[in-house]
């Protein structure tokens, strides 16, 4: 008979590394099997099954807290200078330290909001989008700051417009 090898131990470890990383390959590879052992018992037993589904909800929540950090918080960005590294003096320590700025992800917001609001927004996009003759997919493959640049547009002539109905009123 062949010892089984992934043992208890080699198991909760497979689920650490797969919390940690969302990496059913990295696990695998972690615990010291083989990725196709990994998914043979994901298949073949429930209770395996069940804390995989767990190990990756909390590996997901993990990357959903790091997309709303970087989003809505931002990040300390090192500012490049003349291809060096820009300091200045901490008025605290008086140490040299990296100069910094505060950057926010717009597309990681962007994504993120569609995530939790995807068809509400797809909803209210359709009808603002019908109501000039535009295609909602052809908008939504646009880049986003096009995007922008058109909805602006499109609310200046709808101003216009409604500017030249009021006055044909008279």
Same mark, same amino acid.
């Given at each position: 008979?062949?010892?089984?090898?992934?043992?208890?131990?080699?198991?909760?470890?497979?689920?650490?590394?797969?919390?940690?990383?969302?990496?059913?390959k990295q696990a695998a590879a972690a615990a010291g099997i083989s990725?196709?052992?990994?998914?043979?018992?994901?298949?073949?037993?429930?209770?395996?099954?069940?804390?995989?589904?767990?190990?990756?909800?909390v590996a997901l929540d993990a990357l959903l807290e790091e997309a709303?950090? !970087? @989003? #809505?918080?931002?990040?300390?960005?090192?500012?490049?200078? =003349?291809?060096?590294?820009?300091?200045?003096?901490?008025?605290?320590? =008086?140490?040299? !330290?990296?100069?910094?700025?505060?950057?926010?992800?717009?597309?990681?917001?962007?994504?993120?909001?569609?995530?939790?609001?995807?068809?509400?927004?797809?909803d209210r996009l359709k009808v603002k989008v019908d109501s000039v =003759?535009?295609? #909602?997919? #052809?908008?939504?493959?646009?880049?986003?700051?096009?995007? @922008?640049?058109?909805? @602006?547009?499109? @609310?200046?002539?709808? #101003?216009?417009?409604?500017?030249?109905?009021?006055? =044909?009123?008279?």
């Amino acid at each position: 008979m062949i010892p089984n090898i992934f043992t208890p131990e080699r198991r909760e470890l497979f689920f650490q590394v797969l919390e940690d990383t969302c990496s059913p390959k990295q696990a695998a590879a972690a615990a010291g099997i083989s990725r196709q052992t990994a998914f043979y018992h994901k298949a073949n037993d429930p209770e395996f099954r069940s804390r995989w589904d767990k190990a990756l909800e909390v590996a997901l929540d993990a990357l959903l807290e790091e997309a709303y950090r !970087r @989003a #809505a918080l931002g990040y300390e960005e090192p500012v490049i200078h =003349g291809g060096r590294l820009s300091t200045v003096i901490d008025p605290e320590s =008086g140490e040299e !330290r990296p100069l910094t700025v505060r950057k926010h992800s717009d597309r990681l917001l962007e994504v993120l909001l569609k995530f939790r609001y995807g068809d509400q927004m797809a909803d209210r996009l359709k009808v603002k989008v019908d109501s000039v =003759g535009l295609d #909602a997919d #052809a908008l939504l493959r646009m880049p986003s700051e096009e995007r @922008a640049q058109l909805t @602006a547009l499109l @609310a200046k002539y709808q #101003a216009n417009k409604i500017e030249e109905d009021d006055d =044909g009123e008279d």
